[in-house]
């Protein structure tokens, strides 16, 4: 018979589900208003657990806060990794399927956009999320002439901007057409780092890779 790996001590399944819960009410305190003003009590509260519990597993709130930050960061480029993971090899249709698919997910995952319309300007440059895969793909654009010789981090900033401006019209105004706002503006941005005029609104519009489970 295989042997069995020992189960997980009852102890840290207990210490890591209280973690999980602070990190939980922390993003839902992050997706309403961005505001990290909320006491510890409320905060203790929202996740169930004991008052103290918050400084067994961090050191204060604003590390707390930003631990859910980088949580929902991770979410967030883990779910543009999925869709575009071994689908696409372009540099500019990389860009153009990650403004797109951002602007879905106002609509399938409205918190984690919340969250990321409330905190994002200040993780352009963030070494979790999408930045780090943004700035590659630049770079990869960059050294095969696919976009113009620039600085990809003075573009990763500029792109930054566009993307939360992006999700902030998502919000601001649900009653417009997301997919062509999300189009015209890596259309745009595209055309910032140096596609042409006609090609970089071609890019912008193809269709998205399918889900491995289509």
């Given at each position: 018979m295989p042997t069995l790996e020992?189960?997980?001590n009852r102890f840290e399944r207990r210490r890591a589900g209280t973690r999980k819960a602070l990190i939980r009410a922390a993003r839902e305190f992050l997706a309403a208003s961005g505001d990290t003003s909320a006491s510890i009590q409320a905060i203790t509260e929202r996740a169930d657990v004991g008052f103290g519990s918050l400084y067994n597993h961090f050191e204060s709130k604003t590390e707390l806060f930003d631990a859910a930050a980088a949580d929902a960061l991770d979410e967030f480029g883990q779910a543009i990794d999925e869709r575009l993971?071994?689908?696409v090899d372009d540099p500019a249709e990389l860009v153009a399927a990650g403004f797109r698919l951002t602007a879905r997910m106002a609509d399938s995952h409205?918190?984690?956009m919340q969250i990321l319309r409330?905190?994002?300007l200040r993780h352009v440059h963030s070494e979790r999320g999408i930045a780090p895969r943004a700035l590659r793909d630049l770079e990869r654009?960059?050294?095969?002439g696919r976009f113009a010789d620039v600085d990809p981090l003075s573009a990763l900033s500029a792109m930054g901007g566009v993307l939360m401006s992006l999700v902030e019209l998502r919000f601001a105004r649900p009653d417009l057409d997301g997919e062509q706002a999300a189009a015209n503006m890596?259309?745009?941005t595209l055309r910032?780092?140096?596609v042409p005029s006609d090609e970089a609104r071609e890019v912008a519009r193809r269709?998205?890779?399918t889900t491995r489970d289509a």
């Open positions: 020992p189960p997980v993971q071994g689908t409205p918190e984690l409330h905190r994002g654009g960059v050294a095969a890596a259309e745009m910032m780092l140096g269709p998205l890779p």
